[in-house]
């Protein structure tokens, strides 16, 4: 299914955009406004290629992705005053890169139990949730840039995820909130203004925190409990 270059989609009573049951969608440079739920809708797609497209107004999310889609590229889109930007639940091989998301009433970008998938390169500002928010899976979480939202910056919870080359300036709770974890990198982070603690790590084991910077925090620079065998390096609080 090919939906390319400059078809508009207005207040649509559901879904601007849905594909389902083994599709294979290709959406560029689209425009949908104010949709009824999500701009674009994705339940067990085999692959999709989402980019370029511009969606206003969803009162449930901009992009989401369930039911055991595969193969999903969300990139160089733009999610501005959606309940959530992109949420995923469960996609195998997931690439969410170089969008922006602006003015969510919920979180940025949301992941649960997503595989093989990687949020890179993304600008989230003035959410009124999480900045990214991952529970569970296996994602790699780097050079996304994060500012202003009213919860933590970036929050992973019991998953394989690597944390890398991130900016998150004035969170309004913790800059980075880290939970359950084991063995993950979280490295050359950039972490300003927090109204909490700069980095708390709570309930993991192994974790190699190298590299980070922390600035201006209300709370700790970095907040470590009930968590055992972290490495500490190289890093300026």
Known sequence: VLFRSGCRITSPA???ICAENGAAL???ANRIERPGSCGIRLIGVESADVRGCVIEGAPVAGVTASGGSAKVVLAGNTLDACSVGLNDEGTAGLEITGNMVSGAMGHGISLNASTAARVAGNTVTGVGGRGITVAGGDVEITGNDIRNPAGFGVYVSSSASDVVGNVIAGSGDCGMRLSGLEGIGVRDN????????????SEST??????????????????FSRSEDCGVFRNTV
């Not at 950039?190 to 790590?201: A, C, H, Q």
């Open 26 to 28: 290709v959406a560029e």
């Open 190 to 201: 950039v972490v300003t203004g927090s109204k909490s603690d700069g980095l708390r790590i």
């Open 206 to 223: 192994g974790l190699s925190l190298v590299g980070n910077e922390v600035r201006s925090a209300d709370g700790c620079g970095m907040l």
């Open 14 to 16: 559901v879904f601007g």
